[in-house]
């Protein structure tokens, strides 16, 4: 049973854009569900092309990895413990860019958001508000 | 007595759809919904502009075919922009019982065309403004069928009709 239905990918996706709108930005919105498979999807007007792929990828690695988006940049650092950890495996949607984050339920994660369109503070921002009530 | 004549379809809709808003997308999703829900077939949807860029997607709940369909839906909604043509359209040509009589029929060397983003599965179909310039597509995959009265190329359309006022 995929836990990320449509209502609740829908409800943040509302407030992801509700932010941006007070933040005066425009962004794409990706909520993936626990499979990284993509649940929903928007792109508010004079948002880039450029920001689909990214906001997407941003989820998709949230998930895959379970932790901040942000956190990928580390795995390049030959001090950190986990040097290496982000160029295994079949990484085709594999980011370090911050924006995307994985959505906690009742201490599982069941998907991840991914935002694109401002800068790296933004697009944190906002997804964490985003999934902020969830 | 030109007054008499019937307008045609396409001057009966609204007027001034020139590109794809994140709102006509909404709709156009909500309105393809609706009808999947009717007919008993969730399915994934997708609403790209004119470059192919999604505009709007959703999965919906208990869709068929695993994790697949998202992607699917996107691709066959880009394809339709990128051929300007009906996905039933382009299956067709890739039928290979037509190779031969029709022009240009020789489509099954285009499998891998577009790093494998071409998708020449029904169920995808270009969105037209009122000068027939393509100004974005909608996808559907998921659907047990990609033809006929319950298929992805029937929620394709449901999601189309809502740009024509009632």
Redesign the interface.
């Known amino acids: 049973m995929?836990a990320m239905?449509?209502d609740i990918a829908k409800e943040i996706t509302k407030a992801a854009i509700a932010e941006a709108k007070k933040r005066g930005m425009s962004c794409a919105v990706a909520v993936v569900d626990d499979?990284g498979?993509?649940?929903?999807?928007?792109?508010?007007?004079s948002a880039p092309?450029a920001t689909?792929d990214i906001a997407r990828n941003k989820a998709w690695t949230a998930v895959a990895f379970q932790v901040p988006s942000s956190d990928i940049a580390k795995f390049g650092n030959p001090d950190s413990i986990n040097l290496g950890f982000n160029i295994q495996n079949d990484n085709d949607r594999l980011t370090t860019i911050a924006g995307g984050l994985p959505i906690n339920k009742n201490g599982a994660v069941i998907g991840g958001i991914g935002i694109s369109g401002g800068t790296p503070e933004e697009d944190s921002a906002i997804a964490k508000l985003a999934i902020q009530n969830i | 007595m030109t007054e008499s004549l019937p307008k045609s379809v396409m001057e009966e809709r609204a007027a001034d759809i020139k590109e794809i808003t994140l709102e006509m997308a909404e709709k156009m999703l909500e309105a393809a919904e609706r009808w999947a829900i009717n007919a008993g077939v969730p399915c994934s949807i997708a609403i790209v502009d004119k470059a192919g860029a999604l505009v709007a997607f959703h999965d919906m709940d208990d869709s068929l075919f695993g994790t697949m369909t998202p992607d699917i839906a996107i691709s066959k909604a880009q394809s339709a922009v990128f051929a300007g043509a009906s996905n039933y359209l382009l299956s067709k040509l890739l039928d290979p019982r037509h190779i031969g009589p029709i022009p240009g029929s020789y489509y099954i060397g285009l499998l891998t065309a577009l790093k494998g983003r071409l998708n020449m599965v029904p169920g995808g179909e270009p969105i037209r403004d009122n000068d027939m310039n393509v100004i974005g597509g909608v996808g559907v995959s998921g659907v047990p069928d990609g033809v006929g009265e319950k298929s992805d190329m029937t929620v394709c359309n449901s999601a189309i009709f809502e740009l024509f006022p009632d």
Do not use: A, G, Q, S
Not at chain 1, 37 to 45: A, H, N, P, Q
């Open positions: 995929v239905k449509l499979r498979v993509l649940k929903t999807f928007y792109r508010m007007e092309i689909v």
